[in-house]
């Protein structure tokens, strides 16, 4: 009998969240038995089915929230690539984090600083150190509050969050909204301890917004394509923000790098993410 691995394991050996390698057993990506009641990857079949014949020997492993990188990750798999590639749903910060430790390949980035007023790019700078990298345009979002249908609040703009009146629902450290929002409260001198609701914490743009609409919350930031998208929220924009591509610039010419800018260049691709709705795809490919 073969070596049965825990779905931690199979994380801990991808170098990915075990919420992802659960998601792979769904999409059959890999073959899960069931041992009693727990889940169980098989050893040697996990091996052979990350090892097919054509493509990269390991997994490629992308870090962002956005579900256009999905998209990226079903194009790095269909032919002429044939490259494995799977996407961890970290966020901006953790995500720029795990590349400078090696734990990922590529990851995705929308960190505003409020000093220079620019995206991304400090970031990059600021962690990772020594490390030169390669950045390309994805798309341009829309970032905004979340409000219920009407506003009945009256929510207009980043000043609301001084107000004693509502309750604000939060993102979590590591993503960029969160990162965002700090800033903000930071070139405002407001104390994060005076926001009502600063410690509620969600884990995605859905989230928030689906707090904000069954009243957990007065309003909260995300991006306006999940606003949009339902019936009972407003959404009142804030500002644009670049959400961009960033690759390890010693990886440049290996497979999957190459791969990737090729997609992101392609009017195929650049169609695809426009017919989502949302996205400003007008700079994608594009260095930064």
């Not at 931690?8 to 659960?22: F, H, M, P, R, S």
């Not at 493509?55 to 032919?79: K, N, S, Y």
């Not at 949009?228 to 804030?238: E, R, S, T």
């Amino acid at each position: 009998m073969g070596q049965f691995l825990t779905p931690q394991e199979v994380a801990d050996l991808l170098k990915i969240k075990k919420n992802t390698v659960y998601e792979m057993v769904k999409r059959g990506e890999i073959k899960g038995v069931k041992v009693g009641k727990q889940l169980r990857i098989d050893a040697d079949v996990l091996q052979a089915s990350l090892s097919p014949s054509g493509a990269e020997e390991d997994p490629v492993i992308l870090c962002g929230q956005d579900m256009l990188l999905d998209t990226l990750c079903d194009c790095l798999g269909e032919a002429p690539y044939n490259i494995k590639a799977y996407r961890s749903k970290q966020g901006s910060y953790n995500g720029l984090f795990a590349l400078y430790q090696r734990q990922v390949h590529m990851a995705t980035a929308h960190l505003w600083d409020g000093q220079s007023d620019t995206y991304n790019l400090p970031y990059i700078h600021w962690m990772l150190p020594g490390t030169d990298a390669d950045v390309y345009h994805l798309v341009r979002r829309q970032q905004g509050f979340y409000v219920p249908e009407g506003n009945p609040k009256g929510v207009t703009g980043w000043e609301d969050l001084k107000r004693k009146d509502l309750i604000f629902v939060n993102r979590e450290p590591g993503c960029g909204v969160r990162v965002l929002v700090d800033e903000k409260l930071r070139k405002m001198g407001i104390d994060p301890k005076d926001v009502r609701g600063y410690t509620k914490e969600e884990g995605s743009h859905l989230s928030v917004a689906c707090a904000v609409a069954e009243g957990e919350g007065d309003y909260g930031v995300g991006i306006e394509k999940i606003a949009a998208a339902m019936d009972n929220i407003d959404f009142i924009p804030l500002q644009t923000e670049n959400y961009d591509l960033v690759i390890r610039r010693e990886d440049r010419d290996k497979p999957f790098a190459k791969a990737a800018v090729e997609i992101i260049r392609s009017e195929a691709f650049r169609e695809k993410v426009r017919h989502m709705g949302g996205y400003d795809v007008s700079l994608m490919g594009q260095e930064a």
